[in-house]
């Protein structure tokens, strides 16, 4: 069996579309990236997941809670780049819109805030960890996913250089 990259796609406050689009993009990518990707852990494949090692962690929505950024600092701790995936997570919104409430409206949500222990201020991926690289759209570009994934194919000597992913180019 050849060489795989170990990848761990996760998901924090967000509604999970990015999610979907990896998912779906599997339509046409599947028997293609079951030889090329090792899914150490990704929910959304598998009900059996491992939390050890990765050589690319896929991050997606924003982090608006202790438990989050805990999580979030393991999930840095144990990878070896971490790309934010979506808009959420790369800029913090939609998922922070709460932070441009006007008063009144952060006066209303506070009762729900303290409820669940939840952040005032949502934060961005890169306000908690170092983000190696953004795939920004709300959901994610797929072009662009497209192409982080084959730089890190190529740099983990998974795949060669000289011939990218298709889709990658736009075609
Ligand atoms: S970036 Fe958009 S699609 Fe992605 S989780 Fe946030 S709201 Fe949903």
Avoid at 82 to 94: F, N
Avoid at 113 to 124: E, F, H, P, S, T
Wanted: glycine share 6%.
């Amino acid at each position: 069996m050849g060489k795989k990259l170990r990848i761990g796609w996760f998901t924090f406050t967000c509604c999970e579309d990015s999610s979907i689009v990896f998912v779906e993009m599997m339509n046409k990518h599947y028997f293609e990236w079951k030889e090329l990707l090792d899914f150490r852990h990704c929910k959304m494949l598998k009900s059996k997941n491992s939390f050890d090692q990765f050589d690319v962690a896929f991050v997606e929505g924003a982090i608006s809670s202790d438990r989050d950024k805990a999580k979030l600092l393991e999930i840095r701790d144990k990878s070896r780049y971490l790309v934010a995936i979506g808009s959420c997570a790369c800029t913090g919104g939609p998922s922070a819109q709460r932070n441009t409430f006007p008063e009144h409206l952060k006066a209303k949500i506070e009762p729900f805030l303290k409820k669940w222990d939840l952040y005032r201020d949502v934060l961005r991926l890169d306000q908690v960890v170092t983000v190696d690289e953004k795939v920004d759209g709300c959901p994610m570009m797929e072009q662009r996913f497209l192409q982080v994934l084959d730089k890190y194919l190529v740099e983990f000597g998974v795949k060669k250089g000289d011939a990218a992913l298709p889709g990658a180019r736009g075609e």
